[in-house]
């Protein structure tokens, strides 16, 4: 994959990062969070975890650099979303792998240090696996969503505090016609 800059009026176009799977990642997913100079995104596969990295790149040199590669476990794997900056810190989730291979709530600082896994899913029923979309803050939560598992397997709203304690299931979707099922690169606004 590429990382590009374009202008708004189609004009322009720079190829500004070239992604190889070794040592930087490939198939770049989700979106970029601009802080400052710095832009934050992931990839979906390879890095030398081989389960895609969690990359910034500079504005203004256009230096790339990974903040963290995930292994599975006990990290996780595969994150589909966009992280979302609040401090110092990043907050996103992976799509499987860690602890029991439903996928990770983690934080990281801006500067790849102090990885901090805030919940790991599992495939029950209460801790739907299978986290997608960008987070939500409010408070000391975070908010997210699941494309699959909740009492009715069709994917579940949860709320968890920032430190990992209090996780709850706060809407299990029906299904049609009522309500939909499986969000799927999905963000809480």
């Known amino acids: 994959g590429t990382l590009f800059q374009i202008n708004y009026d189609g004009t322009g176009m720079i190829v500004r990062k070239h992604f190889n799977p070794l040592p930087d990642g490939e198939r770049p997913n989700g979106g970029l969070v601009l802080s400052g100079t710095t832009l934050y995104g992931f990839t979906i596969q390879g890095g030398p975890g081989g389960y895609g990295t969690l990359f910034s790149i500079s504005t203004t040199l256009w230096t790339y650099a990974i903040l963290h590669s995930f292994t599975g476990t006990p990290d996780g794997a595969y994150t589909y979303g966009t992280p979302f ?105």
């Open 85 to 189: 900056i609040w401090g110092t810190n990043l907050y996103a989730v992976t799509y499987t792998g860690g602890l029991y291979g439903g996928g990770t709530v983690f934080s990281i600082t801006v500067a790849g240090a102090n990885y901090f896994k805030i919940h790991d899913f599992a495939l029950t029923v209460t801790n739907a696996p299978y986290p997608q979309g960008t987070l939500m803050q409010n408070g000391n939560y975070l908010y997210g969503m699941t494309s699959e598992g909740g009492m009715n397997g069709n994917g579940l709203i949860y709320r968890t505090n920032l430190d990992g304690s209090g996780f709850t299931m706060l809407h299990d979707f029906i299904g049609a016609p009522t309500d939909g099922a499986y969000p799927y690169y999905s963000s809480l606004t």
